[in-house]
């Protein structure tokens, strides 16, 4: 099957979708390609519902910010009081860093109201545990409940392009679900300028990228403070955001871009320059004055200049080329055809950077149905597809974060601003199949499906399963290594 092109009903749930549930393929009515269509063209698509039952609790980043700062104080004061509860046994907890106490209060409630619908596995988890915890599920139902899930696999790929990660600390781990809500989703059907913008506005990539660290030399406060520039922001905009490697730039336009995001933070726990949590422009940090950027000169500093280096950098060639690429290989092959390339990096700059264009653009290519399933599926791909195929709601995060981090591929915690590879050699090597095939048989221990295994395997991929998977599956000794065997099959691994 690898070497030969695949079926439509493959290249739908497997290189499009995030699988196939029971019945999907069975009851699919429409053209592969018309499907996916429909599916991009449904209303708010990309958006998790306040009306779900997986997004009860769920917060936006500013208050979820405000707990991790209140839940920090009571942590601190708790210290404070086991050593001198005499001294300290009386003062306000949140006063004692300066946060408000209506912040405190109003961002508790809904913070318990978490903990409340989704009782933890163990007493006591931090409220940074439990809000990342609640985001994961919402995500984790999003991508179960979607019909083909081309638009969830856009939002991880987006989500991986624009990444975060949890392990520079508790800010991120209470706002990476958020950040995803806030600033991929509304816009991964939308405009890549736009998505930008909110991204590099946005709390999580500020702190994750320490532009909240970085002051303008001629400052006011660079003028009165030791610290200076930090360029990891601009740096990672251009290396990875937009132009991508090779493109061109010079080490003088990282910095230049550096000087112009000066400023670009949000507000600390005191308060002093905004709601805690909340994006802000801090002008007494803003390097002042004129910046060139590639060839190019921003005037006057201030927070335009920068929002006009972001445009010019979202609509350059070169970022049409990047996002081509990265978008080409995720979905077709490691090394995707120079064609499809070319093809979607015109749609790129002749639609000012219309995400829905290209993703219809990419189901419109020929190569998109011809090239063989060569990919091999990601941690995330595989946890969503398992849950997908079993039939199962999921009423908890922690089965396919498990699947994830075992696989080496937890959620949201990337280990640099690369975001997780997408290449074969990353998720296929002879270690990671071994560690595939262990987990498959810990999966199907775990699957409740009053499904015979032949019966999930027409529902993976109907006729298009080979006989070899077919006659694999038939001969297995129990139905748990009948169903570790579908797991670990190509029609399952490979997308």
Known sequence: MVDTAPGPGLILFNRFGMGARPGDLAGLRLDPRAALKAELAKADVALVSEADASALGLMS?????????????????????????????????????????????????????????????????????????????????????????????LVAFWSNHFCVSVRKGDIIRVTAGSFEREAIRPN?????????????????????????????PDSIAGQRQKRGLN?????????????????????????????????WTYAGREGRQ????????NVRAHEPGDQMVIGKAYLQGGLGQGEAALTDLARHPATAHHIATKLARHFIADDPP????????????????????????????PEAWSVPLTKIRNPYDVAMASARLSGAVPQEAGPS?????????????????????????????????????????QIAHGVRSAKAPLDMLDDLAGQEASADTRLAVSRAESREQAMALLLMSPEFQRR
Not at 274 to 281: A, D, K, L
Not at 340 to 365: N, P
Not at 411 to 436: H, I, Q
């Open 274 to 281: 905004g709601e805690p949590g909340s994006f802000v422009f």
């Open 231 to 263: 360029e990891n922001l601009a740096r990672e905009i251009m290396e990875l955001h937009t132009l991508g490697v090779g493109s061109g730039y010079a080490q003088a336009d990282v910095t230049s871009l550096a000087r112009v995001l000066t400023g």
């Open 401 to 441: 974060l498990n699947i994830m981090r075992n696989l080496g591929m937890p959620l949201w915690e990337v280990a640099d601003p690369n975001g997780y590879p997408d290449t074969e050699a990353a998720w296929g090597s002879p270690e990671e199949m071994k560690l595939r095939l262990d987990l498959s048989v």
């Open 338 to 365: 120079p064609a499809i390339v070319d093809r979607l990096a015109k749609v790129f700059r002749d639609r000012d950077g219309d995400l829905r264009a290209l993703a219809v653009a990419l189901i419109d290519s």
């Open 188 to 216: 991964v059907l939308g405009s890549f300028l736009d998505m930008l913008m909110a991204v590099e506005h946005h709390p999580a990539m500020l702190y994750f990228l320490d532009n909240n660290q970085s002051i303008g």
């Open 61 to 153: 980043t500013t208050p979820n910010i405000q707990a991790a700062y209140a839940a920090q104080a009571e942590r601190s004061l708790d210290k404070k009081q086991a050593e001198d509860a005499t001294r300290l046994g009386t003062a306000p907890r949140a006063a004692l860093w300066g946060i408000g106490s209506d912040a405190v209060a109003e961002a508790r409630p809904n913070a318990m109201a978490m903990t409340a619908a989704r009782p933890p596995a163990k007493p006591g988890p931090r409220i940074e545990q439990t809000i990342y915890n609640a985001e994961a599920l919402a995500r984790i139902d999003m991508a179960t409940r979607a019909e083909i899930g081309f638009v969830e696999r």
